[in-house]
């Protein structure tokens, strides 16, 4: 599929911030200003389509199909605009609105079609409807619209998106995260898919998942990757549902009137966090104590991370801690060396891939991730020559690239990695990068 082929939408607050930025660096980088003017338009204008019942679809790119994960970051770097553009306003509405649509319909599932058409992903054994794309169970897939939905209400302070179809689908956030906290006796949830090219696309023990231990944390089946996780608490997920349940509490009361759903998530909040600190830290004879990327609350551990957000990389970008927050420092250090296992280093980039990808990539998500949390300047300007350099000449990110031969790369049309990089260019922008570069 063929950028061209969805019906381009020229948004004007956008437009206006592509040439404010791109006239910035086009006598100082033009090749930055070059490949900034193809990305940061390419998620709103090539992968945005308003409906006639007045919500949006979000397309992934190359993937017809929205996922709740990758519409809402695809959409992230254009919400501080929506203030003073009634039309992305009322487009990154419309997506609010279809998401919480789509968690009502289904909260187990990660991927959506536009109309109850009964396309899928694969041929899975789990309870599929005609809505769904692909049912994974991934945490952040309802952490993401929560997400979105604050931040947009910080930026623009219209209260009408707080409708009758978001509270419900506040409510069976909440109500979810609760059943998922223990998995093992609770849950209705099961996935399996007959792959032996692919383990990573099932999970064991009857689709169940590998056995865990009560923690307080939330049972996730999937990573952001979409990838099975090997153990069912995914530490960065579950600091992304502490941060947004904190949202949904302040939504609950200064929206709904709902004493009772605040309380629910505050303490749910409370939990989550309690199992982070408590199972989800490891002492690392060479870095310290550092934050495992998953556990199953009886003492196992996987230590990498992945170049998907939510990931430890961005524990900063996520509100979880702050970026000097020493059991960060720590782990960020990890991350970013050859004692993470999906670490990679190259002639041409060094960064965070993934196993979702072939061996040896990197991708442009955890290099424009990087950037977004570090305060150090001149890392940026470093990270954004390496993404600017390694596009194999089509001026666009990629999924991921082989770090000495960037020709080689999955995904022509991966929108979630153009908008995360236009997002760097405007975060180095504003704090300097120009002038001190």
């Known amino acids: 599929m063929e950028r061209e082929t969805s019906a381009m939408l020229c948004v004007p607050s956008v ?25 940061y338009p390419n998620a709103i204008e090539t992968t945005t389509q308003p409906l006639a019942d007045g919500t949006t679809f979000v397309i992934t790119g190359d993937i017809p199909a929205m996922w709740l994960r990758d519409s809402s970051a695809e959409m992230h ?9 009634p039309s992305l306003a009322q487009l990154l509405r419309g997506l609010i609105r279809r998401q919480a649509q789509y968690i009502l319909i289904d909260a187990y599932a990660n991927a959506f079609n536009r109309e109850a058409n009964g396309r899928h992903n694969s041929a899975d054994r789990t309870e599929m409807c005609p809505w769904v794309w692909e049912r994974k169970f991934e945490l952040d897939s309802l952490c993401y619209p929560v997400q979105l939905l604050h931040s947009y209400w910080a930026a623009t302070g219209d209260p009408s998106a707080f409708d009758d179809t978001v509270y419900a689908m506040l409510r069976r956030i909440v109500e979810v995260m609760r059943v998922e906290q223990d998995h093992d006796r609770r849950s209705p949830y099961y996935f399996e898919r007959d792959d032996d090219e692919r ?11 590998a056995r865990t231990n009560y923690t307080g944390m939330v049972w996730s089946g ?20 502490a941060v947004i349940l904190g949202h949904i509490a302040r939504f609950a009361t200064e929206f709904y009137g709902d004493p009772d ?25 060479r870095y310290g104590r550092i934050y495992a990327y998953e556990t199953d609350g009886f003492g196992n551990h996987v230590l990498m991370d992945d170049a998907n957000v939510p990931s430890l990389l961005s524990i900063p970008y996520l509100g979880y801690l702050p ?17 993470n296992p999906y670490y990679v280093e190259g002639s041409l980039a060094r ?12 991708w442009p998500l955890a290099l424009a991730m990087q950037g977004l949390t570090t305060p150090d300047v001149a890392e940026q300007g470093r990270l954004l020559e390496v993404l600017v350099s390694t596009t194999a000449g089509t001026d666009y990110m990629h999924e991921s690239f082989h770090p000495d031969r960037p020709e080689h790369y999955t995904r022509p049309w991966f929108a979630w990695a153009n908008s995360l990089f236009g997002e760097l260019v405007v975060r180095w922008l504003r704090s300097g990068g120009l002038e001190r570069g």
């Open 261 to 285: 759903l605040a309380a629910r998530a505050l303490q749910l909040r409370r939990e989550i966090d309690f199992g982070i600190r408590t199972y989800g830290r490891i002492e690392h004879p």
């Open 351 to 362: 960064g965070v891939g993934s196993p979702h990808t072939p061996a040896g990539y990197v």
């Open 323 to 339: 970026a000097d927050d020493p059991d960060y420092q720590r782990t960020r250090a990890f991350v970013l060396s050859r004692d």
């Open 199 to 209: 383990p990573l696309d099932t999970l064991p023990l009857c689709g169940r998942g």
């Open 15 to 39: 437009h206006r911030t592509v040439e404010e930025v791109a006239g910035r660096l086009e006598e100082s980088w033009p090749q930055l200003a070059r490949v900034f003017r193809r990305c």
């Open 77 to 85: 770097p254009y919400v501080a605009l929506a203030a003073e553009d």
């Open 222 to 241: 999937f990573r952001p990757s979409d990838d099975a996780c090997t153990f069912g608490y995914h530490i960065p997920s579950n600091m992304f549902a």
